[in-house]
């Protein structure tokens, strides 16, 4: 069964910037990347690189500021996040699959999951 470690969270604050890593135990899936979730609220897409076309996708909420970055040899993404807010603090999820392209911002698209770090930004 793949896993996921996930690295990076932090306690900053707004303005500041932060890389989150993950690093998958293997090479079976083709998407892997980054779901959020704050206290109270939903599950929200953030990033995933998709090897299947060789190309990120984003969440219509990342405004710009964030960028995936990955090597697939090492099966490792990291998500550089810049100008963070304080609507960014939740806890940040890797997740692997193999998801079709008009359900890669679906949680339910992907099959692994990391347990998570937790990133809060403080105003």
């Known amino acids: 069964q793949v896993q996921l470690v996930e690295s990076g969270g932090s306690l900053v604050k707004a303005g500041d910037s932060l890389r989150l890593s993950c690093v998958a135990s293997e090479r079976s899936f083709r998407a892997l990347g980054w779901f959020r979730q704050a206290p109270g609220k939903e599950r929200e897409f953030v990033a995933v690189?998709?090897?299947?076309?060789?190309?990120?996708y984003y969440g219509d909420s990342m405004e710009g500021r964030f960028t995936l970055s990955r090597d697939r040899a090492k099966n490792t993404v990291w998500l550089q996040m810049n100008s963070l807010k304080p609507e960014d603090s939740a806890i940040y999820y890797c997740?692997?699959?193999?998801?079709?392209?008009?359900?890669?911002?679906?949680?339910?698209?992907?099959?692994?999951w990391g347990q998570g770090t937790q990133v809060t930004v403080s105003s």
């Open positions: 690189w998709n090897w299947g076309n060789n190309r990120p």
């Open positions: 997740a692997a699959g193999d998801p079709i392209l008009t359900t890669i911002r679906r949680g339910a698209s992907y099959k692994y």
